[in-house]
């Protein structure tokens, strides 16, 4: 069955990194967009990174530019968020989505990223 599995979240100081990982399964996942999308407490899940299905194309959210870096390895059906300088606000819950072009696509269980002294 198809499964998402996000990992490496946890607690960070401010100006610190991490770098989550969602491992991908049962799915054609070089097919797929994918997506970081968090959702703090009391606030609307907002999208954090895309990149599309071959790679060659990424978004990012104005809050996380030049400090976020969105990647995938097909080979590994893993993508990849490498956070860097974080700040308390980054502290949310980390889902993956993965969107085929066209249908519905999967969303993982989520990591939870904490950013504080």
């Given at each position: 069955?198809?499964?998402?599995?996000?990992?490496?979240?946890?607690?960070?100081?401010p100006?610190?990194?991490?770098?989550?990982?969602?491992a991908?399964?049962?799915?054609?996942?070089?097919?797929?967009?994918?997506?970081?999308?968090?959702?703090?407490?009391?606030?609307?899940?907002?999208?954090?990174?895309f990149?599309?299905s071959?790679?060659?194309?990424?978004?990012?959210?104005?809050?996380?530019?030049?400090?976020?870096?969105?990647?995938?390895?097909?080979?590994?059906?893993?993508?990849?968020?490498q956070?860097?300088?974080?700040?308390?606000?980054?502290?949310?819950?980390?889902?993956c989505?993965?969107?085929?072009?066209?249908?519905?696509?999967y969303?993982?269980?989520g990591?939870?990223?904490?950013?504080?002294?």
């Amino acid at each position: 069955q198809v499964q998402l599995v996000e990992s490496g979240g946890g607690l960070v100081q401010p100006g610190g990194s991490l770098r989550l990982s969602c491992a991908a399964s049962g799915f054609t996942f070089s097919s797929f967009s994918l997506s970081w999308y968090r959702q703090a407490p009391g606030k609307e899940r907002e999208l954090v990174a895309f990149i599309s299905s071959d790679g060659r194309r990424t978004i990012y959210a104005d809050s996380v530019k030049g400090r976020f870096t969105i990647s995938r390895d097909n080979a590994k059906n893993t993508v990849y968020l490498q956070m860097n300088s974080l700040k308390p606000e980054d502290t949310a819950v980390y889902n993956c989505l993965a969107l085929p072009s066209l249908g519905e696509g999967y969303w993982g269980q989520g990591t939870q990223v904490t950013v504080s002294s």
